[in-house]
């Protein structure tokens, strides 16, 4: 089984619709991440989370919401999708006890707003 | 604001040689650099971190290298294979938060 995985793979919905993508893992790391990724702009940081009870703004946090139910997962929520939110968003985790500070990531979901 | 530089344009070379890749940033003074592989459609692929007081990084066919004078790292593969095609992007840690910043990505493509 995947060690990072992102469920929908792949969605269509509709201006205004509220939409939740969801991120599990089973790395049993502490941080995790969420990141859109659009032609020619490359990953952009939407929101992280250190451990359960910290949830950080990224970059471009506007018109996003997360939520950390458990260290194992992490979703992120469109209140109210808009086209301009069309993007492949990616999930990653990383340990803070590695030297490396690597982050895994996710197998991507995109998200297409009509 | 921060800035980070990957060349947009396709890196296209020929199986054997070596395929240099660069990242050049502005306004930044990262704890450390890391690059990652992306194939179409999947999760960039971590590949090598580099520290601020480090001035070359090696791993198999992978050399890193970074100068924080002149603001850059430089990643290169040598002896290049058709397998290696991939689009490779480069990050930095934001103010050692270990928060990343990546770069666009540059595509390199290995013809045999």
């Known amino acids: 089984d995947a060690d990072v995985t992102q469920t929908p793979r792949n969605r269509i919905t509709k201006t205004g619709k509220r939409i939740m993508l969801e991120c599990s893992q089973t790395k049993g790391h502490d941080r995790m991440y969420w990141y859109r990724q659009d032609p020619g702009l490359g990953l952009q940081l939407i929101y992280y989370s250190f451990d359960v009870k910290d949830i950080n703004k990224g970059e471009i946090s506007d018109g996003y919401s997360v939520s950390r139910q458990a260290q194992a997962k992490f979703s992120l929520s469109l209140e109210s999708a808009i086209p301009n939110q069309t993007a492949l968003y990616f999930c990653?985790?990383?340990?803070?006890?590695?030297?490396?500070?690597?982050?895994?990531f996710g197998p991507g979901t995109r998200l297409t707003v009509l | 604001s921060q800035k980070i530089e990957q060349n947009s344009e396709a890196l296209n070379i020929q199986e054997g040689k070596t395929a240099t890749l660069t990242c050049n940033y502005t306004?930044?003074?990262?704890?450390?650099l890391q690059w990652y592989r992306q194939d179409p459609g999947r999760g960039p692929v971590f590949l090598l971190l580099i520290r601020e007081n480090e001035k070359e990084k090696r791993k198999e066919r992978l050399k890193v290298t970074f100068d924080t004078t002149l603001k850059q790292s430089l990643f290169h593969i040598t002896a290049s294979q058709p397998a290696d095609s991939a689009t490779y992007l480069c990050a930095l840690d934001m103010d050692n938060t270990d928060k990343l910043i990546f770069g666009t990505g540059t595509r390199l493509q290995v013809f045999p």
């Open positions: 990653a985790t990383s340990d803070s006890g590695t030297v490396n500070n690597e982050q895994f």
């Open positions: 306004n930044y003074s990262p704890a450390y």
